[in-house]
């Protein structure tokens, strides 16, 4: 059975132990007998069924990202962060690199989603001006996603702060 997800690299499709991927390739794990782990001491590929829970590892504020599109085309294990509110995480032992999207992909992605997402998208990915004006097109009146574009993306410290006013 195959799954569909997203996964995050370095730019030009590095992971975080230096190797490099390509687009159209696939990967396997041979895992000699061992059961598939998922974490930091797991044995297999990582990826994330939403393409914002991709930015798990990868701050995309600190450094230039890709995100491909993937599936799974071997044995995977699905894992989970409540903590952090992170679900369907993945690891698989067979991962095939299918797209590296384009920043215009990404962003009609997320646009295209709801308003819970696109902040969890906001608080992992630099943003453009250009593509926060498209996000705030689509959303003018949502204050969770304009809180969350001054606070992660213009580092205003005031966003959050509840709003009294006098009697």
Same mark, same amino acid.
């Given at each position: 059975?195959?799954?569909? #997800?997203?996964?995050?690299? %370095? %730019? @030009?499709?590095?992971? /975080? $132990?230096?190797?490099?991927?390509?687009? *159209?390739?696939?990967?396997?794990?041979?895992?000699? #007998?061992?059961?598939? &782990?998922? @974490?930091?001491?797991?044995? @297999?590929? *990582?990826?994330?069924? =939403?393409?914002?829970?991709?930015? /798990?590892?990868?701050? #995309?504020?600190?450094?230039?990202?890709?995100?491909? &599109?993937?599936?799974?085309?071997?044995?995977? %294990?699905?894992?989970?962060?409540?903590?952090?509110?992170?679900?369907?995480?993945?690891?698989?032992? *067979?991962?095939?690199?299918?797209?590296?999207?384009?920043?215009?992909?990404?962003?009609?992605?997320?646009?295209?989603?709801?308003?819970? /997402?696109?902040? =969890?998208?906001?608080? @992992?990915?630099?943003?453009?001006?250009?593509?926060?004006?498209?996000?705030? =097109? %689509?959303?003018?009146?949502?204050?969770?996603?304009?809180?969350?574009?001054? $606070?992660?993306? $213009?580092?205003?410290?005031?966003?959050?702060?509840?709003?009294?006013?006098?009697?």
């Amino acid at each position: 059975m195959s799954l569909e #997800g997203y996964k995050a690299f %370095k %730019k @030009g499709l590095f992971n /975080r $132990y230096g190797v490099q991927f390509k687009e *159209h390739q696939d990967y396997v794990v041979d895992l000699q #007998g061992e059961d598939l &782990k998922y @974490g930091n001491n797991g044995n @297999g590929f *990582h990826f994330a069924k =939403r393409l914002e829970d991709c930015l /798990r590892y990868y701050n #995309g504020f600190e450094e230039e990202i890709d995100i491909a &599109k993937v599936v799974s085309l071997g044995d995977f %294990k699905e894992s989970f962060d409540d903590y952090y509110g992170y679900y369907d995480l993945y690891v698989t032992n *067979h991962l095939y690199i299918d797209h590296v999207m384009t920043r215009e992909e990404i962003l009609n992605y997320i646009i295209g989603v709801n308003n819970f /997402r696109v902040v =969890r998208f906001i608080q @992992g990915y630099k943003l453009t001006p250009l593509e926060i004006t498209e996000i705030l =097109r %689509k959303y003018p009146n949502d204050n969770c996603i304009i809180d969350a574009i001054k $606070y992660y993306q $213009y580092h205003d410290d005031t966003a959050y702060v509840k709003r009294y006013r006098q009697r």
